[in-house]
């Protein structure tokens, strides 16, 4: 009995974790069930660094990354406000806004976000570019966390509204609690060799699917090299004016 007890012990307390190394979560409709948890024992955050890829096409308000605490709904959240174009990073339920972005639907986005409770200051990275440090909101998050992705939670773990879903395709996600040195998120921007995040780690995640969420092959668009192209053509040309050939 002892050794039965000792064997459940073990199953609910092990995680499984998965590499999703060359992965993407594609959430494919609309609605208030779809949903991905991202696990995590860590409590308690006085510094966070958030980075991941997001694809949509919505034109319409949505939440990109919520991490919600008993105390703070919004603890940790990234939001793109569609009538406003401004993307809205929460810390502790306090808003911040970062206007003039080029959202472009149906391409791939980078985004970085890092907070100091020190300071209280925030800074986005979009698609490579940094943007004004802005004060949001200082002490640190404290708390269980309960992190999602494709729904904006309005409640611990919950009450998620179907008008603020996201739907698309997201890879990439890491998580550290500390902030992550300019250098570090541009190799992240540039998909260069990173220091994987030490929170949540897509090379090694503890996440549970609910509803229709799939796991798939992550889909990168291939540019033809414009120079390339036109060296190629002009090699064609050559060859045929050798052989006499217009």
Known sequence: MKILVLLLMLTTCAADYQDLTGKMFTFPQEGNKAHV????????????????????DLKRNHGLFSLATPNYFNGFLIYYNYSSREMEPYVRDSRSKYG???YKPNVWH???????????????????????????????????PIIILGQEQ??????????????????????WDYALSA???????????????NVLNWAALDFQITDRV???????????????????????????????VN
Request: glycine share 8%; net charge positive.
């Open 110 to 144: 980078s985004i970085c976000t890092t907070w100091d409770s020190g300071s209280g200051l925030m800074q986005l990275w979009f698609n490579g570019q940094p943007l004004t440090k802005k004060y949001v909101s200082s002490g640190e998050i404290s708390g269980r």
């Open 100 to 102: 003039g972005l080029d």
């Open 37 to 56: 948890r991202l696990n995590t024992p860590k409590q308690n955050f006085k510094v966070v660094t958030v980075c991941h890829r997001s694809f949509t």
């Open 154 to 175: 309005d409640s611990h773990g919950g009450k998620f509204d179907p008008t603020q879903s996201f739907v698309g395709m997201m890879t990439d996600v890491h998580m």
């Open 214 to 244: 799939l796991i798939e092959s992550k889909q990168m668009t291939c540019h033809l090299n414009i120079c390339t192209m036109f060296s190629q053509t002009q090699l064609i040309r050559r060859f045929r004016s050798s052989l006499g």
């Open 183 to 197: 250098c570090e998120i541009q190799k992240y921007m540039d998909e260069q060799n990173f220091t994987p995040g």
